[in-house]
Protein backbone atom coordinates (compact mmCIF):
# COMPACT_ATOMS: atom_id res chain seq x y z
CA UNK A 1 0.00 0.00 0.00
CA UNK A 2 1.33 3.29 -0.88
CA UNK A 3 0.55 6.45 1.06
CA UNK A 4 1.52 10.08 0.22
CA UNK A 5 0.76 13.34 1.83
CA UNK A 6 -1.41 15.93 0.76
CA UNK A 7 -0.56 18.83 1.93
CA UNK A 8 0.67 20.15 -1.53
CA UNK A 9 -2.31 19.77 -3.64
CA UNK A 10 -4.41 23.26 -3.55
CA UNK A 11 -8.13 21.31 -3.26
CA UNK A 12 -6.76 19.53 -0.16
CA UNK A 13 -4.73 23.06 1.25
CA UNK A 14 -8.76 24.43 0.88
CA UNK A 15 -10.43 22.16 2.37
CA UNK A 16 -7.80 20.98 5.16
CA UNK A 17 -7.73 25.22 6.10
CA UNK A 18 -11.85 25.32 6.25
CA UNK A 19 -11.59 22.26 8.57
CA UNK A 20 -9.38 23.87 10.99
CA UNK A 21 -10.88 26.89 11.04
CA UNK A 22 -14.52 25.26 11.58
CA UNK A 23 -12.64 22.81 14.44
CA UNK A 24 -10.03 25.36 16.19
CA UNK A 25 -7.55 21.87 16.01
CA UNK A 26 -4.83 21.03 12.86
CA UNK A 27 -6.23 18.64 10.28
CA UNK A 28 -4.12 16.29 8.89
CA UNK A 29 -4.41 14.50 5.36
CA UNK A 30 -2.82 11.36 3.69
CA UNK A 31 -3.55 9.74 0.47
CA UNK A 32 -3.62 5.39 0.20
CA UNK A 33 -2.95 3.77 -2.43
CA UNK A 34 -3.94 0.15 -2.43
CA UNK A 35 -3.47 -2.65 -4.96
CA UNK A 36 -6.60 -4.80 -5.80
CA UNK A 37 -6.43 -8.17 -3.26
CA UNK A 38 -4.65 -6.23 -0.33
CA UNK A 39 -4.54 -4.97 2.51
CA UNK A 40 -2.55 -1.87 4.68
CA UNK A 41 -2.37 -2.28 8.19
CA UNK A 42 -4.13 -4.73 10.25
CA UNK A 43 -7.11 -3.86 12.66
CA UNK A 44 -6.00 -0.97 14.64
CA UNK A 45 -7.65 2.43 16.25
CA UNK A 46 -6.46 6.16 16.08
CA UNK A 47 -6.09 8.78 18.50
CA UNK A 48 -7.80 11.29 15.86
CA UNK A 49 -11.35 11.71 14.57
CA UNK A 50 -11.42 10.16 11.45
CA UNK A 51 -12.97 11.14 7.53
CA UNK A 52 -12.67 8.80 4.67
CA UNK A 53 -13.34 10.34 1.18
CA UNK A 54 -12.81 7.58 -1.90
CA UNK A 55 -11.58 8.60 -4.83
CA UNK A 56 -10.96 5.56 -7.20
CA UNK A 57 -11.83 2.18 -6.91
CA UNK A 58 -13.32 0.49 -3.92
CA UNK A 59 -12.67 -0.46 0.01
CA UNK A 60 -14.09 -2.73 1.71
CA UNK A 61 -14.26 -1.62 5.15
CA UNK A 62 -14.76 -3.31 8.79
CA UNK A 63 -15.29 -1.23 11.70
CA UNK A 64 -15.36 -2.99 15.62
CA UNK A 65 -17.02 -1.46 19.01
CA UNK A 66 -13.66 0.32 20.53
CA UNK A 67 -11.87 -1.18 23.61
CA UNK A 68 -10.67 2.19 24.74
CA UNK A 69 -13.55 5.03 23.97
CA UNK A 70 -12.41 8.16 22.75
CA UNK A 71 -8.33 7.11 22.78
CA UNK A 72 -5.61 9.38 23.27
CA UNK A 73 -2.97 7.00 21.18
CA UNK A 74 -2.67 4.20 18.76
CA UNK A 75 -2.62 0.63 19.04
CA UNK A 76 -2.84 -2.75 16.47
CA UNK A 77 -5.76 -4.92 18.11
CA UNK A 78 -5.56 -8.70 18.32
CA UNK A 79 -8.31 -10.08 15.93
CA UNK A 80 -9.62 -12.82 18.62
CA UNK A 81 -10.06 -9.58 20.86
CA UNK A 82 -12.54 -7.48 18.82
CA UNK A 83 -15.47 -9.72 17.98
CA UNK A 84 -17.42 -9.45 15.06
CA UNK A 85 -17.87 -6.38 12.93
CA UNK A 86 -20.60 -3.58 13.95
CA UNK A 87 -20.62 -2.32 10.43
CA UNK A 88 -19.00 -3.95 7.20
CA UNK A 89 -19.65 -1.98 3.92
CA UNK A 90 -17.60 -1.37 0.62
CA UNK A 91 -17.00 2.46 -0.58
CA UNK A 92 -17.28 3.39 -4.30
CA UNK A 93 -15.88 6.90 -5.70
CA UNK A 94 -17.49 9.73 -4.15
CA UNK A 95 -18.61 7.84 -1.20
CA UNK A 96 -17.79 9.26 2.62
CA UNK A 97 -16.84 7.53 5.98
CA UNK A 98 -16.73 9.32 9.36
CA UNK A 99 -15.94 7.29 12.66
CA UNK A 100 -14.82 8.72 15.92
CA UNK A 101 -11.83 8.37 17.97
CA UNK A 102 -10.67 4.65 19.24
CA UNK A 103 -13.34 3.16 16.39
CA UNK A 104 -11.11 -0.18 15.70
CA UNK A 105 -11.19 -0.32 12.00
CA UNK A 106 -9.63 -2.66 9.09
CA UNK A 107 -9.93 -2.04 5.05
CA UNK A 108 -8.57 -3.91 1.96
CA UNK A 109 -9.07 -3.59 -1.41
CA UNK A 110 -11.46 -5.91 -2.68
CA UNK A 111 -9.34 -8.53 -5.40
CA UNK A 112 -9.73 -8.64 -9.01
CA UNK A 113 -11.20 -5.45 -8.94
CA UNK A 114 -8.86 -1.74 -9.71
CA UNK A 115 -6.71 -0.32 -7.06
CA UNK A 116 -8.21 1.56 -4.39
CA UNK A 117 -6.95 5.77 -3.64
CA UNK A 118 -8.78 7.40 -0.61
CA UNK A 119 -8.08 10.54 1.36
CA UNK A 120 -7.98 10.27 4.73
CA UNK A 121 -8.92 13.19 6.93
CA UNK A 122 -7.98 13.47 10.41
CA UNK A 123 -8.22 15.92 13.31
CA UNK A 124 -8.69 16.53 16.77
CA UNK A 125 -5.54 14.52 18.29
CA UNK A 126 -4.18 15.45 21.62
CA UNK A 127 -7.35 18.04 21.97
CA UNK A 128 -9.35 16.70 24.76
CA UNK A 129 -10.63 18.19 27.85
CA UNK A 130 -7.61 16.59 29.97
CA UNK A 131 -5.09 18.24 27.63
CA UNK A 132 -6.46 21.76 27.81
CA UNK A 133 -6.30 21.06 31.41
CA UNK A 134 -2.81 20.01 31.64
CA UNK A 135 -2.20 23.25 29.51
CA UNK A 136 -3.58 25.86 31.44
CA UNK A 137 -3.18 24.50 35.35
CA UNK A 138 0.37 25.59 35.21
CA UNK A 139 -0.54 28.97 34.92
CA UNK A 140 -3.31 28.71 37.09
CA UNK A 141 -0.47 26.97 40.04
CA UNK A 142 1.84 29.78 39.44
CA UNK A 143 -0.48 32.74 39.75
CA UNK A 144 -1.76 31.08 42.97
CA UNK A 145 1.56 30.00 44.35
CA UNK A 146 2.37 33.79 44.10
CA UNK A 147 -0.59 34.37 46.47
CA UNK A 148 -0.61 31.53 49.21
CA UNK A 149 2.20 30.95 51.00
CA UNK A 150 0.61 27.21 51.74
CA UNK A 151 1.84 26.72 48.30
CA UNK A 152 4.75 28.35 48.32
CA UNK A 153 6.09 26.06 51.22
CA UNK A 154 8.76 23.47 51.08
CA UNK A 155 7.69 19.53 50.81
CA UNK A 156 8.39 17.63 53.82
CA UNK A 157 11.84 16.54 54.27
CA UNK A 158 12.74 13.10 52.43
CA UNK A 159 8.89 13.34 50.76
CA UNK A 160 10.65 11.94 47.50
CA UNK A 161 12.25 8.80 49.45
CA UNK A 162 8.32 7.83 50.75
CA UNK A 163 6.86 5.15 49.74
CA UNK A 164 3.42 5.84 51.63
CA UNK A 165 1.51 8.51 49.85
CA UNK A 166 -1.81 8.52 51.24
CA UNK A 167 -1.32 11.50 53.35
CA UNK A 168 0.80 13.28 51.11
CA UNK A 169 -2.40 12.61 48.41
CA UNK A 170 -4.67 14.12 51.16
CA UNK A 171 -2.88 17.38 51.15
CA UNK A 172 -2.79 17.43 47.74
CA UNK A 173 -6.32 17.09 47.18
CA UNK A 174 -6.66 20.06 49.78
CA UNK A 175 -4.78 21.97 47.06
CA UNK A 176 -6.42 21.49 44.02
CA UNK A 177 -10.31 22.09 45.73
CA UNK A 178 -8.85 25.40 46.41
CA UNK A 179 -7.22 25.58 42.80
CA UNK A 180 -10.66 24.58 41.54
CA UNK A 181 -12.54 27.71 43.66
CA UNK A 182 -9.48 29.86 42.57
CA UNK A 183 -10.17 28.89 38.96
CA UNK A 184 -14.01 30.02 38.77
CA UNK A 185 -13.40 33.13 39.75
CA UNK A 186 -10.64 33.39 36.79
CA UNK A 187 -11.06 36.18 34.17
CA UNK A 188 -8.24 35.00 31.85
CA UNK A 189 -7.27 31.32 31.35
CA UNK A 190 -3.52 31.47 30.74
CA UNK A 191 -3.04 28.83 27.73
CA UNK A 192 0.62 27.79 27.90
CA UNK A 193 0.96 25.97 24.51
CA UNK A 194 -1.84 24.74 23.02
CA UNK A 195 -2.73 27.72 21.36
CA UNK A 196 0.80 28.46 20.16
CA UNK A 197 1.82 25.15 19.01
CA UNK A 198 -2.12 24.87 17.26
CA UNK A 199 -1.49 28.70 15.45
CA UNK A 200 2.67 28.05 14.42
CA UNK A 201 1.69 24.21 12.94
CA UNK A 202 -2.03 25.20 11.03
CA UNK A 203 -2.21 25.82 7.38
CA UNK A 204 -2.03 29.45 5.99
CA UNK A 205 -5.64 31.33 4.92
CA UNK A 206 -5.91 29.95 1.53
CA UNK A 207 -5.63 32.30 -1.47
CA UNK A 208 -5.29 32.39 -4.96
CA UNK A 209 -2.45 34.36 -6.20
CA UNK A 210 1.10 35.37 -4.77
CA UNK A 211 -1.03 36.13 -1.25
CA UNK A 212 0.16 39.47 -0.83
CA UNK A 213 -2.99 40.46 0.89
CA UNK A 214 -1.52 38.35 3.89
CA UNK A 215 2.19 39.59 3.86
CA UNK A 216 1.38 43.91 3.37
CA UNK A 217 -1.62 45.73 4.69
CA UNK A 218 -3.73 47.53 2.68
CA UNK A 219 -6.41 50.21 2.32
CA UNK A 220 -6.62 52.84 4.62
CA UNK A 221 -4.47 53.84 7.27
CA UNK A 222 -6.91 53.33 10.44
CA UNK A 223 -7.19 56.62 12.59
CA UNK A 224 -9.37 57.98 15.42
CA UNK A 225 -12.30 58.60 13.45
CA UNK A 226 -12.06 55.16 11.62
CA UNK A 227 -14.64 51.96 11.78
CA UNK A 228 -12.71 49.24 11.88
CA UNK A 229 -12.98 45.05 11.51
CA UNK A 230 -11.25 41.69 12.07
CA UNK A 231 -9.78 40.06 8.93
CA UNK A 232 -8.96 36.43 9.12
CA UNK A 233 -10.63 36.10 12.82
CA UNK A 234 -10.41 32.15 12.36
CA UNK A 235 -6.70 31.94 11.47
CA UNK A 236 -5.92 34.48 14.94
CA UNK A 237 -6.06 33.19 18.50
CA UNK A 238 -5.43 35.76 21.77
CA UNK A 239 -4.00 34.42 24.98
CA UNK A 240 -3.07 36.23 28.00
CA UNK A 241 0.88 34.98 29.39
CA UNK A 242 3.57 36.17 31.73
CA UNK A 243 6.19 38.93 30.23
CA UNK A 244 8.23 36.65 28.37
CA UNK A 245 10.70 39.57 28.41
CA UNK A 246 10.99 39.19 32.55
CA UNK A 247 11.36 36.20 34.24
CA UNK A 248 11.48 37.59 37.83
CA UNK A 249 8.64 36.42 40.51
CA UNK A 250 6.61 39.83 39.80
CA UNK A 251 6.07 39.04 35.81
CA UNK A 252 3.29 41.06 34.48
CA UNK A 253 0.63 38.71 32.39
CA UNK A 254 0.37 40.39 28.60
CA UNK A 255 -2.06 39.69 26.04
CA UNK A 256 -0.27 37.91 23.17
CA UNK A 257 -2.22 37.32 19.61
CA UNK A 258 -0.83 34.86 17.57
CA UNK A 259 -1.68 34.34 14.21
CA UNK A 260 -0.85 32.27 10.66
CA UNK A 261 -1.02 34.27 8.04
CA UNK A 262 3.05 33.65 7.25
CA UNK A 263 2.71 30.21 7.91
CA UNK A 264 3.73 28.10 5.34
CA UNK A 265 1.88 25.27 3.76
CA UNK A 266 5.31 23.13 2.92
CA UNK A 267 5.85 22.83 6.51
CA UNK A 268 2.12 21.85 8.11
CA UNK A 269 2.54 19.96 10.63
CA UNK A 270 5.92 19.28 10.08
CA UNK A 271 7.52 21.64 12.87
CA UNK A 272 9.70 24.60 11.59
CA UNK A 273 12.84 24.22 13.25
CA UNK A 274 13.92 27.93 11.78
CA UNK A 275 10.86 29.42 14.10
CA UNK A 276 10.62 28.97 17.91
CA UNK A 277 7.74 31.75 18.29
CA UNK A 278 4.57 32.52 16.05
CA UNK A 279 4.02 35.03 14.26
CA UNK A 280 1.80 38.22 16.29
CA UNK A 281 2.02 40.96 18.74
CA UNK A 282 1.88 41.43 22.36
CA UNK A 283 -0.29 44.12 24.40
CA UNK A 284 -0.21 45.00 28.17
CA UNK A 285 -2.99 43.39 30.16
CA UNK A 286 -5.08 46.66 29.86
CA UNK A 287 -5.45 46.38 26.14
CA UNK A 288 -8.16 43.41 27.33
CA UNK A 289 -11.30 45.14 26.95
CA UNK A 290 -10.65 46.90 23.73
CA UNK A 291 -9.47 43.65 21.63
CA UNK A 292 -12.40 42.07 22.82
CA UNK A 293 -14.19 44.74 21.31
CA UNK A 294 -12.54 43.95 18.19
CA UNK A 295 -12.72 40.82 18.58
CA UNK A 296 -17.16 40.80 19.08
CA UNK A 297 -17.41 43.31 16.50
CA UNK A 298 -18.42 42.68 12.53
CA UNK A 299 -16.84 46.87 12.89
CA UNK A 300 -16.26 49.02 15.41
CA UNK A 301 -15.81 52.81 15.48
CA UNK A 302 -11.67 53.03 16.88
CA UNK A 303 -13.06 56.26 19.45
CA UNK A 304 -15.34 53.66 20.90
CA UNK A 305 -12.61 51.16 22.07
CA UNK A 306 -12.07 50.99 26.10
CA UNK A 307 -8.58 52.58 26.14
CA UNK A 308 -7.66 55.48 28.29
CA UNK A 309 -6.57 57.92 25.47
CA UNK A 310 -6.68 58.74 21.95
CA UNK A 311 -2.65 58.21 21.35
CA UNK A 312 -3.76 54.47 22.75
CA UNK A 313 -6.62 53.98 20.69
CA UNK A 314 -5.07 54.65 17.43
CA UNK A 315 -1.36 53.03 17.80
CA UNK A 316 -3.43 49.59 19.02
CA UNK A 317 -5.34 49.90 15.49
CA UNK A 318 -1.95 50.89 13.85
CA UNK A 319 -0.53 47.61 15.15
CA UNK A 320 -3.35 45.20 14.05
CA UNK A 321 -3.83 46.86 10.64
CA UNK A 322 0.35 46.71 10.06
CA UNK A 323 0.14 43.24 11.03
CA UNK A 324 -2.85 42.32 8.61
CA UNK A 325 -5.31 41.53 11.28
CA UNK A 326 -7.73 44.56 10.82
CA UNK A 327 -9.44 46.57 7.91
CA UNK A 328 -10.75 49.92 7.92
CA UNK A 329 -14.75 49.28 6.84
Not at 164 to 185: F, H, I, K, N, P
Not at 213 to 235: A, I, T, Y
Not at 238 to 266: A, C, F, W
Not at 269 to 296: C, V, Y
Request: with cysteine; net charge negative; glycine share 6%.
Amino acid sequence: MGRKRGLFHDELWRIQEKLECYFGSLVGSNVYITPPGAQGLPPHYDDVEVFILQLEGQKHWRLYHPTVPLAREYSVEAEDRIGQPTHEFTLKPGDLLYFPRGTIHQADTPPRLAHSTHVTISTYQNNSWGDFLLDTISGLVFDAAKEDVKLRAGIPRQLLLQVETTTVATRLSGYLRMLADRLEGTKELLSSDMKKDFVMSRLPPYYVGDGAELLMPGGKLPRLDSVVGLQFKDHIVLTVGPDQDRSDETQEKMVYIYHSLKNRRETHMMGNEEETEPHGLRFPLSHMDALKQIWNSSAISVKDLKLNTDEEKESLVLSLWTECLIQVV
